[in-house]
């Protein structure tokens, strides 16, 4: 294998044991932790009026030190094409078809419809659009994370043993795995 920038070279097969290490570790992590979030985030969804949680930090001397906030997120309503071969009829119709929907009529379309009585209607037509969807937006089952800064490198001093555990990763080599020797009667 060639060297670059003066960098040893690195044994394809140890390439291969680094990412099988780092594929499995990152499995047994997410199987840990993912679970964690996800109840977290469910109980955001599921608790009445709540949208968001505050995480903290307790610290030695007895006080917090805030780390972030989970926040369900907010989708806007939003207009789809739900039926190409309707909207093309409607487009056509309208004389914006180039053998198909001009992108930029379909987006000034999609961007002056509205939604009343279980019908999307082209306010500058006035007409019913078929083949159109429409999303109401409102609260999704998605909840992310706003970390505050000073917090988050806090908790990263505290989960200090995560990275020593790992820091040799990226030099992992086959001898890493050699078994010692045992002696009789050991």
């Known amino acids: 294998m060639p060297e670059t920038d003066n960098a040893p070279a690195v044994d ?3 390439l291969a ?3 099988a290490v780092a594929y499995r570790v990152k499995k ?3 199987a840990v932790c993912d679970p964690v979030i996800e109840a977290n985030a469910q109980h955001i969804v599921d608790t009445k009026g709540t949208r968001s949680l505050t995480a903290e930090m307790p610290l030695p001397d007895g006080g917090t030190q805030p780390l972030g906030t989970f926040t369900q997120t907010m989708a806007k309503a939003k207009f789809y094409i739900a039926d190409q071969k309707k909207v093309l009829d409607y487009a056509d119709g309208l ?3 180039d053998y198909v929907i001009r992108p930029s009529f379909e987006k000034a379309l999609l961007s002056r419809l509205v939604y009343k009585g279980g019908q999307v209607i082209d306010t ?3 007409e019913i659009v ?3 969807g429409y999303d109401p937006g409102g609260l999704t089952d998605t909840v992310s994370p706003k970390w505050n800064n000073a917090g988050l490198e806090a908790l990263d001093g505290r989960l200090g043993f995560v990275e020593a ?3 040799n990763l990226p030099n992992l080599t086959a001898d890493d795995f050699a078994l010692p020797m045992l002696e009789a009667g050991e």
């Open 12 to 14: 394809q097969s140890d």
């Open 124 to 126: 500058a037509t006035g």
């Open 130 to 132: 078929d083949g159109i």
């Open 165 to 167: 555990a790992l820091e």
């Open 28 to 30: 047994i992590v997410a």
């Open 95 to 97: 004389g914006e078809t």
């Open 17 to 19: 044991l680094r990412a």
